[in-house]
């Protein structure tokens, strides 16, 4: 099974960035208990505190879109326009070098 990478980058609207932040961190414990969720993990940027990531590793795009669906993200999702400035830019990446040692059910994945 390859592991599917996602990383969302969202720039919050002037005057919005800690409300952003909190509606992100709001999706983790769900997220993470999701099927086929191996991590999820939200980011600020040191340098720009409107600037947000998340980083997020499923076993599958099946996964990923079954999140997506969920009532939760699709609620979240229609905040963005009052939230950030434009769409959030949502890429996909492949692990190209191991996983650190000691994690141990991602080095059985690759």
């Known amino acids: ?8 980058f969202f720039a919050a609207s002037k005057g919005r960035e800690q409300h952003l932040g909190e509606r992100l961190l709001q999706l983790v414990s769900r997220s993470t208990s999701e099927p086929g969720n191996l991590r999820y993990e939200v980011l600020q ?3 720009d505190d409107g600037i947000w990531i998340v980083l997020e590793d499923w076993c599958s795009e ?15 999702l229609a905040e963005v326009p009052d ?6 830019d949502i890429r996909t990446y492949r692990k190209c070098s ?9 080095e059985n994945e690759q």
């Open 1 to 8: 099974m390859k592991i599917v990478s996602k990383v969302a």
């Open 45 to 47: 940027d040191t340098s």
């Open 83 to 88: 939230l950030c400035d434009g769409d959030p």
């Open 98 to 106: 191991p996983p650190p040692s000691g994690h141990q059910a991602l």
């Open 62 to 76: 099946a996964d990923f879109d079954a999140h997506m669906a969920t009532p939760y993200v699709c609620s979240f």
